[in-house]
């Protein structure tokens, strides 16, 4: 793929969630809510401040992000399914545990 976002804007690979409860019943796909979980494939380069400065994103590739149900603009790029979102959509990063990062 060769796409690069500009200004604050990220590409994100939506993380698809597990098919069954807890209680190991299967969920239908018909059923299934789209997931608020991601992985960020792309990223631009920042936004400008009122003084022209280039501010940097908090995110890069590869973070796991959280962002809201409505969040960013479907497109699809060679055949996969992706989301197009400001850096302001994101809701959080999701870190690593401290113990998993150990192991």
């Not at 590869?62 to 996969?80: P, Q, Y």
């Not at 399914?81 to 400001?86: N, P």
Request: no cysteine; charged share 35%.
């Amino acid at each position: 793929m060769n796409f690069r976002p500009l200004h604050d804007r990220v590409l994100v690979r939506r993380v698809e969630q597990d098919e069954r409860t807890k209680g190991g019943i299967i969920i239908p796909d018909t059923a299934k809510e789209k997931p608020q979980e991601g992985e960020i494939v792309a990223a631009g380069p920042g936004a400008r401040n009122d003084k022209g400065e280039l501010v940097t994103l908090d995110v890069k590739v590869g973070d796991r992000v959280l962002f809201g149900k409505w969040s960013g603009t479907e497109v699809k790029i060679d055949g996969e399914d992706l989301l197009i979102m400001k850096e302001s959509d994101l809701l959080g990063v999701i870190e690593a545990d401290a113990a998993a990062k150990a192991a």
